[in-house]
């Protein structure tokens, strides 16, 4: 028994709280249920990188949102051990698998390395077998730093870098609640290149690849990837920096893949969300005041979407809706249209020009950054006692 409080080293969350990623998890739950339904959405879906974020939400979407999907999530995550409580994501899978199977839903849980060819092949096992024959629906929502090269296994490493020069400015530093300063020197052509394989398309299309010749996409099959763009002044360290290298693939990658599910009627699309707090977005150097500043503004104007949010509005109004897919003129769901609106922008740039060291807590909406970290992790929830022990041995006990 022990009293689990949250360590952070960084931005790099070092414990989780079962019970609080639980609430977490039912608050989503009970938003989406409350919502407008998704009208002829997906019966059978395959989410790679189901456990957190983005993939999370768009699996309690689809299962509790009107379309009562039966759902394959695919995470690596870490159980609870004598090191430690193990991963936040950990706990989500279990929790969504109870929640979906309490009301008569499919939740099959793999956890292991998305990128190895033997869990790929458990899957389409498993959908052969086990899970109807087909899927019609796959989201890619994998977000990583390593990543084996699938003919050599060397590890492929990612680098968030500027391209050609180098950027300096101010990042927030969670465990010390301060902004600190810090230059980021440009990425070298290996980094690059390593970081388009890491974290652009390559992966998308293998294991669209994979399923389609194993036969086990449905007639129709939808497939989606996320990803971000940004203002122009966020442009050096993302949108012009390698992370944007990575996305501009995944983007072409997205045509590549509707070319080859045409004789199935597919297709594949793209999403561009806006900026929030995800376990990926923190490790973003320079991003964290921006989002700060347009939390402060968005909230403001009643338009600040959370990741649940987000997806419900993806899924009924740009994905599902009764004018079809909605698209911009390069073939993106554009989600981050509220995000990009000028008078947005032009409020955040204002306040980031006025932000310091000294006054960015009282300038930028920092508080809700912060609780969206925290919440991540199972803190900061109204309706949890963080005061009470937990039974670490029962919940070794849990699987997802």
């Not at 379309?67 to 430690?84: C, H, L, M, N, Y």
């Not at 004789?263 to 005041?289: N, Y």
């Not at 509220?338 to 008078?343: K, N």
Request: glycine share 8%.
């Amino acid at each position: 028994m022990m009293i689990i409080e949250s360590k952070i080293d960084g931005v790099v969350a070092r414990t989780c709280h079962p019970f609080g990623c639980k609430k977490a998890l039912d608050d989503q739950i009970s938003y989406i249920k409350a919502a407008t339904p998704i009208v002829d959405g997906p019966k059978k879906v395959l989410i790679l990188g189901a456990s957190s974020g983005y993939g999370l939400a768009s699996r309690i979407a689809l299962a509790f949102g009107g379309s009562r999907a039966d759902t394959i999530g695919v995470s690596f995550e870490r159980p609870p051990s004598e090191k430690g409580v193990g991963t936040a994501g950990w706990y989500n899978n279990i929790f969504f698998r109870e929640a979906a199977e309490r009301e008569g839903m499919t939740a099959k849980n793999f956890v292991g390395d998305a990128f190895s060819p033997t869990l790929r092949q458990d899957v389409i096992r498993y959908i052969q077998e086990e899970f109807g024959g087909s899927v019609d629906m796959v989201i890619y929502s994998l977000a990583t730093g390593v990543r084996p090269d699938p003919e050599t296994g060397e590890k492929l490493r990612s680098v968030i870098k500027p391209i050609g020069k180098g950027v300096s400015g101010a990042t927030i530093n969670l465990e010390h609640d301060r902004l600190d300063e810090i230059t980021l020197s440009p990425a070298s052509e290996q980094e690059v290149a390593d970081t388009v394989r890491v974290m652009g398309g390559e992966d998308w299309q293998d294991w669209i690849g994979a399923l389609n010749s194993a036969g086990v996409l449905a007639k129709g099959c939808e497939t989606l990837a996320y990803s971000y763009v940004g203002p122009s002044f966020t442009y050096d360290i993302y949108h012009d920096g390698t992370l944007g290298r990575a996305k501009d693939h995944l983007h072409a990658s997205a045509e590549t893949l509707t070319r080859k599910l045409r004789p199935i009627g597919g297709h594949a699309h793209v999403a561009v969300c806006k900026a929030l707090v995800t376990k990926a977005s923190v490790f973003i150097p320079t991003f964290s005041p921006y989002i700060c500043a347009l939390f402060k503004v968005m909230k403001a104007k009643e338009l600040h979407e959370g990741c649940i949010e987000q997806m419900h509005r993806l899924l009924v109004e740009k994905l599902y809706s009764e004018a079809g897919v909605v698209t911009d003129e390069d073939h993106l769901i554009r989600l981050d249209d509220w995000e990009l609106r000028p008078d947005v922008q032009a409020e955040v740039a204002d306040i980031l020009d006025k932000v310091t060291s000294e006054n960015f807590k009282n300038l930028t909406d920092y508080a809700g950054f912060k609780h969206d970290f925290m919440a991540l992790n199972g803190f900061d929830l109204q309706g949890v006692d963080y005061t009470a022990d937990v039974d670490i041995t029962a919940l070794t006990a849990l699987r997802p």
